[in-house]
């Protein structure tokens, strides 16, 4: 059981180029989240999907896209990357907030630590 | 205004001392409270959950006061191993999300 996983760990990229980080969990869980975190900021949602096949917006979402094809799996993708964008991104995901038994913890990704320069 | 705020310390404290951590929150209809532990250059790990009648685990012991709108985390005995930084998340059960809201987070250091 290995939790919550991302790929790549670490990441540079020059401004203007792109890449998809990919984040996967074999929990079964319905929620899956990506966020960010500066210096300073916290934690800071991203985009948010509450099933396979949907996925909504969350607090910082410009700049990014996401797709939930499979349950599992949760993408987040930057097609142009900015200097601004230089941050650490956590996915991490957790059972409906719907179901009564579960108190909607969140089991979070070893991180993903991106420079653009 | 931030839907939680946190001192963001940082704390230093001798070993064996007794530390104090204090949240706000701004949304009256949050229902689900937490402490998060996150070890510097890794993610955050859930350290326990806060309930209305107050909890401990161990050295631990969290506390929620919803009428002031207000949390607490005291660390009794203090380890070398409780430097961290402590995050406060509430939870919007109300909102179609149930999103997390975090805190940004009190650093601690704990000294031999």
């Known amino acids: 059981n290995a939790g919550v996983t991302q790929t790549p760990k670490f990441r540079v990229l020059k401004t203007g180029q792109s890449m998809t980080l990919l984040c996967a969990q074999d929990?079964?869980?319905?929620?899956m989240y990506w966020y960010r975190q500066d210096p300073g900021m916290g934690l800071r949602l991203i985009h948010y999907s509450v099933g396979e096949g949907t996925t909504a917006k969350g607090e910082v979402p410009d700049g990014y896209n996401v797709s939930r094809l499979k349950k599992q799996n949760f993408l987040l993708g930057l097609e142009s990357a900015a200097p601004s964008q230089t941050s650490v991104y956590f996915c991490a995901s957790s059972y409906s907030a719907a179901d009564p038994n579960r108190n909607n913890e969140q089991f979070f990704g070893p991180g993903t630590r991106l420079t653009v320069l | 205004r931030k839907e939680v705020e946190q001192d963001p310390g940082p704390f230093n404290v001798p070993e064996g001392a007794t530390v104090a951590f204090n949240c706000t929150y701004s949304?009256?209809?949050?229902?689900?409270f937490f402490w998060y532990r996150q070890d510097c250059r890794k993610e955050p790990k859930l350290l326990m959950s806060?309930?209305?009648s107050g909890n401990e685990d161990g050295r631990f012991t969290a506390q929620l006061n919803r009428a002031s709108q207000y949390i607490s985390l005291l660390i009794r005995d203090s380890k070398l191993s409780d430097s961290a930084t402590y995050l406060c998340v509430v939870n919007d059960r109300g909102s179609t999300l149930g999103r997390l809201y975090f805190g940004r987070g009190t650093q601690l250091t704990v000294w031999p």
């Open positions: 806060v309930y209305s």
């Open positions: 949304n009256s209809a949050s229902q689900s």
């Open positions: 929990m079964n869980h319905e929620y």
